[in-house]
C-alpha cells in the first residue's frame, strides 16, 4: 500500500526543462506587443507556474486588458508554434514515472500551463498515458489557489491524506499548503531552494530519480 495513492506533479520545471523556452517566448511576446521596459530572464523565470494572466500581471504592472489579451496571444504563438528552443525532459523522469505507476500510484498533473499547451507537450513526450488527470490554469483558478487540487481529488475520488504534491516553486508548495496537501519540492527547478523550504515540504528532492526513491521507500515503511 503506497502512503500517497496520489502524486500530483507540476510541469515546467518538475517534469521538463522548459525555463529557457518560456523567458525567450515571453520576452519576444512583450517586445511583439511594444511593452517597456524589457522583461529580465531573472523576472520572467520568477513567474514560471502561474496561469498566464496571472504571470502577465505579476510582470507588466498596470498593463490594461486588450494589451494583456495580445501578449497573451503572442506568447501562445510563440510557444507552441514558432519556438525552435529544446525542452528535454530531466534526467529519469520517464523512468520514475514507470516505476511509480507499476508500483501502484496514480499520478496526475496540476500546472500553470494551458490545456493547449499541456496536450501540445504530453503528445511531444508521449508521456500522458502515465495521468490519470490533469488540471490547467484556464480550467481552474491559478495556483496557489487550490481549485485545482479540489478538483483533481474530486475527479480521483480520493481525499487530501492520499495525496502529495511534488513541484520547484513557491506557487506549488502554496498550491499544497493551501489544499492542506503535503509536498515534495525539487531543487532543479525555477525557485531558489530556500525559497521552497518556507513551505515545510516533507522532502526535498536534488534529482528526480531521489523523490521516486524516497515515495517508494516511505511506502514500504
Known amino acids: 500500500m503506497m502512503k500517497y495513492p496520489v502524486v500530483i506533479f507540476d510541469w515546467d520545471g ?4 522548459s525555463e529557457a523556452r518560456i523567458v525567450l517566448c515571453m520576452q519576444n511576446a512583450a517586445l511583439d506587443v511594444g511593452w517597456q521596459p524589457a522583461l529580465s530572464y531573472e523576472s520572467v523565470r520568477d513567474i514560471i507556474g502561474l496561469g498566464l494572466p496571472e504571470a502577465i500581471r505579476t510582470l507588466c504592472p498596470g498593463i490594461d486588458e486588450s494589451q494583456l489579451q495580445l501578449l497573451k496571444e503572442r506568447y501562445s504563438w510563440h510557444f507552441l508554434e514558432a519556438s525552435d528552443q529544446a525542452m528535454p525532459l530531466f534526467p529519469d523522469v520517464e523512468e520514475g514515472l514507470k516505476r511509480l505507476q507499476t508500483a501502484g500510484c496514480r499520478l496526475a498533473v496540476a500546472t500553470g500551463k494551458s490545456r493547449r499547451g499541456l496536450n501540445q507537450v504530453f503528445e511531444e513526450t508521449g508521456l500522458a498515458h502515465y495521468f490519470s488527470a490533469s488540471r ?5 483558478r491559478s495556483k496557489p489557489d487550490p481549485m485545482m487540487l479540489n478538483e483533481l481529488l474530486h ?3 480520493l481525499k487530501v491524506s492520499d495525496a502529495v504534491m511534488v513541484g520547484d516553486t513557491e506557487f506549488d508548495m502554496a498550491l499544497a499548503e493551501n489544499a492542506g496537501m503535503d509536498r515534495i519540492a525539487v531543487n532543479y527547478g525555477a525557485h531558489h531552494p530556500e525559497r521552497l523550504q518556507k513551505y515545510h515540504p516533507v ?12 515515495l517508494l521507500d516511505v511506502s514500504r515503511r
Open 136 to 140: 490547467c490554469a484556464d480550467e481552474t
Open 14 to 17: 518538475t517534469l521538463i526543462d
Open 155 to 157: 475527479e480521483m475520488q
Open 203 to 214: 522532502f526535498t528532492a536534488d534529482q528526480f530519480s531521489d523523490l521516486v526513491d524516497w
